[in-house]
């Protein structure tokens, strides 16, 4: 093969992957605009129905896209909630990990405090358990990269940041749905001294 056919065939190629990398570019973005129209239209929807009421034809025609492009995204409605609140959530909880140990409690109820007219609209709409897997999963990994495991059992660590991460949210939970009766300081006293006290439980039990 000649320089000039080698050159041209490089060319040939370089052309086709631009096209190809267009293409692939032009349809992620096309998949993103569904997700975020189907999110959109969804949540207007929750405004005045409930999950259990709505349906996937519903919220399509609200969305103005297809039957097949939700199909090609989500399974169901709750995948919908599940792929908007998730990274929206993952993503506080990143900002909150890289704050000093001294400012993690203050800035995760700030967060909470925040959320509390979506946490409002979940109860009120059917789909607080959405909002509550999101945020229990993410407080497991808040919890397991940044708390203090010396001399902890890994079944202890396990269980011990199942019942925390549930412990948080409900008392979150309790707190917001109820008229925030108590300062939020003392919310986040209450939740320092189960964290420590619980811990210092388990030490104790190794040690005994």
Do not use: C
């Amino acid at each position: 093969m000649t320089p000039d056919l080698i050159q041209g065939n490089h060319e040939h190629l370089w052309q086709n992957g631009v096209i190809v990398m267009a293409a692939t570019k032009h349809a992620q973005q096309i998949k993103q605009d569904s997700q975020d129209y189907l999110a959109t239209a969804l949540l207007q929807l929750l405004a005045t129905k409930d999950l259990a009421d709505l349906t996937v034809t519903q919220v399509v025609k609200r969305a103005g896209v297809s039957r097949m492009a939700f199909y090609r995204n989500f399974n169901t409605l709750d995948d919908v909630l599940t792929a908007y609140f998730g990274p929206i959530m993952t993503a506080r909880f990143a900002d909150i990990a890289k704050l000093p140990t001294a400012d993690k409690l203050q800035a995760l109820g700030d967060f909470f405090t925040s959320f509390s007219t979506t946490l409002k609209l979940s109860a009120d709409r059917g789909f607080e358990h959405i909002i509550r897997q999101v945020f229990n999963d993410n407080m497991r990994t808040f919890y397991a990269t940044n708390a203090t495991w010396h001399g902890i059992t890994s079944t202890q660590q396990t269980y011990w940041i199942s019942f925390m991460s549930a412990g948080v949210y409900a008392i979150w939970r309790d707190w917001l749905l109820g008229g925030q009766q108590e300062s939020l300081t003392t919310i986040h006293d209450l939740i320092a001294t189960f964290q420590q006290t619980t811990m210092m439980g388990l030490l104790q039990q190794d040690k005994s």
